[in-house]
């Protein structure tokens, strides 16, 4: 499906932030800072003069990724049928798929390796419910009932046991794990501030929705592998709840999300099928940066040969 173009370790696209470590460790400091709730003061004026500066290295850094992935979404289907089975085929054959990181996490991956993964990924999680509940303002309405049951899911139907964020701050809790912004990789980092800005940005408001539907359509597979790593490692069934759940929530949230968002969407103005692909296929790009990473951490130690011969 992509002529196998690899785009991969995005560059830093803001001459104030010369390097993407920096780049992404400054929106992931700003993101933590806008989106946690306060109270008035009076040094307002410098937030929004922050904000606007910060906003604008946000905007550069979206505008040169749409730029690198434009290659790869230019003959995307813009009838709902035909781009359904273009987004649904992201699944086996998008960037980051079928990733040899997982079956080693699964099968060999001691709970060492485990932590250090969780912790990375944890560091690097956006909240799926508060990007949902985000993207949702002012969109069509029966997508914006799916997304409404999307996030009720999240949010565990009204019960504060089965929501998801928390359920996944109890499973870093119980293996004692201390994400933090400037101990985590920057390609964790990218994912979440490109999630992040689709979600809060209303010109990325498609990509956004793209990006969360190719989240639940790809997810389930390497959960699954996650919560068995966990479980050969001896980890409780509570402790692995989040990853056990969203093996098989997401496998019918996806179904529901492509029929009661994609379609209805695209069917009512096929332009948006192109905003639609690149939030996916950006946000396959994250997640592919990201593993290509951790393996190379990972494996370093576990086979150094390998890496030595490299």
Not at 103 to 130: H, P
Not at 151 to 167: I, L, Q, V
Not at 207 to 236: F, Y
Not at 281 to 289: K, S, T
Request: with cysteine.
């Amino acid at each position: 499906m992509f002529g196998g173009e690899r785009l991969s370790r995005l560059g830093a696209f803001s001459p104030q932030f010369p390097d993407a470590e920096a780049l992404h460790k400054g929106l992931a400091h700003w993101n933590h800072d806008r989106l946690a709730p306060s109270a008035p003061t009076e040094g307002w004026r410098d937030g929004l003069d922050r904000e606007l500066r910060m906003r604008r290295i946000e905007g550069a850094f979206i505008e040169a990724f749409r730029s690198l992935v434009a290659p790869l979404v230019e003959d995307v289907p813009t009838d709902a049928d035909g781009f359904i089975a273009w987004f649904e085929a992201l699944k086996d054959h998008g960037p980051g798929q079928w990733d040899p990181l997982f079956d080693w996490l699964e099968g060999e991956a001691s709970l060492e390796d485990l932590k250090w993964f969780l912790t990375q990924e944890a560091a690097g999680e956006a909240g799926f419910d508060d990007l949902v509940a985000m993207t949702q303002v002012k969109v069509p309405d029966r997508a914006k009932l799916e997304l409404a049951r999307n996030y009720w899911d999240e949010m565990g139907r009204g019960s504060a046991k089965g929501m998801h964020g928390p359920m996944l701050s109890r499973t870093t809790a119980t293996l004692g794990l201390a994400p933090t912004i400037d101990t985590t990789l920057w390609q964790s980092l990218c994912l979440a501030n490109t999630m992040t800005a689709f979600a809060t940005t209303r010109r990325y408001v498609w990509q956004s929705i793209g990006a969360l539907g190719v989240v639940e359509l790809t997810a389930p597979t390497r959960v699954a592998c996650v919560d068995a790593g966990l479980k050969r490692n001896g980890v409780s069934p509570d402790a692995r709840k989040y990853f056990a759940l969203h093996a098989q929530l997401d496998i019918e949230h996806s179904k529901a999300w492509n029929a009661e968002a994609l379609v209805p969407l695209v069917s009512e103005d096929p332009s948006r099928a192109k905003f639609i692909a690149e939030g996916a296929v950006m946000r396959l790009i994250c997640g592919e940066q990201c593993f290509e990473t951790y393996r190379a951490h990972l494996w370093a130690h576990a086979h150094p040969l390998v890496y030595a011969a490299e």
